[in-house]
């Protein structure tokens, strides 16, 4: 399932050096890299684990899910952008292995995921978006090794997380 290598390192490398940038950013110029949701989720994380709802932080407008998966934030401040990284690389490794069923030889595809500044930054920034496309492509993923079952309740989470992805039910 996995890619090669050389595609999967050079993705994970331009991840590392885009966080590490972007930590950077955030510490020594006047307009920061990260995204300000990440210090929403932050909070709504530390309202959970205080047994509190997440909602109590005012602007907190995800899935709770969100806010427990943040826990460990609250003590690796990276944490969650190392998640949501390690959610946009998973996500080039399933759509390898989806165009391999479908006998599509158009890898260029999976490296321009890998390798697209826009899906970089959007990771490494701290937005839950790449977790969100994750759970797509696992759910469609899952309908193609045929394990319905599975696929529904992956969709089912997909749409628990992030309500935008029930627009993908007709489809």
Same mark, same amino acid.
């Given at each position: 399932? =996995?890619?090669?290598?050389?595609?999967?390192?050079?993705?994970?490398?331009?991840?590392?050096?885009?966080?590490?940038?972007?930590?950077?950013?955030?510490?020594?110029?006047?307009?920061?890299?990260?995204?300000?949701?990440?210090?929403?989720?932050?909070?709504?994380?530390?309202?959970?684990?205080?047994?509190?709802?997440?909602?109590?932080?005012?602007?907190?407008?995800?899935?709770?899910?969100?806010?427990?998966?943040?826990?460990?934030?609250?003590?690796?401040?990276?944490?969650?952008?190392?998640?949501?990284?390690?959610?946009?690389?998973?996500?080039?490794?399933?759509?390898?292995?989806?165009?391999?069923?479908?006998?599509?030889?158009?890898?260029?595809?999976?490296?321009? =995921?890998?390798?697209?500044?826009?899906?970089?930054?959007?990771?490494?920034?701290?937005?839950?978006?790449?977790?969100?496309?994750?759970?797509?492509?696992?759910?469609? =993923?899952?309908?193609?090794?045929?394990?319905?079952?599975?696929?529904?309740?992956?969709?089912?989470?997909?749409?628990?997380?992030?309500?935008?992805?029930?627009?993908?039910?007709?489809?």
């Amino acid at each position: 399932m =996995w890619l090669t290598k050389r595609e999967t390192l050079i993705g994970l490398i331009a991840r590392l050096v885009f966080l590490v940038c972007g930590i950077l950013a955030d510490n020594f110029l006047p307009v920061g890299f990260t995204d300000l949701d990440y210090k929403v989720f932050t909070d709504g994380a530390a309202y959970v684990s205080k047994g509190l709802s997440p909602y109590n932080r005012h602007t907190y407008r995800y899935s709770p899910v969100l806010a427990y998966l943040m826990i460990p934030n609250l003590y690796l401040p990276i944490f969650g952008k190392l998640l949501f990284i390690f959610s946009d690389l998973v996500v080039g490794a399933m759509m390898q292995d989806l165009m391999r069923l479908e006998n599509d030889s158009r890898m260029w595809l999976v490296y321009t =995921w890998l390798l697209n500044p826009l899906v970089l930054a959007i990771s490494t920034r701290g937005s839950c978006d790449t977790t969100a496309t994750f759970l797509i492509i696992l759910t469609v =993923w899952l309908l193609k090794k045929q394990r319905e079952w599975l696929a529904a309740v992956a969709f089912g989470f997909t749409v628990h997380f992030r309500i935008y992805p029930i627009i993908f039910a007709l489809s």
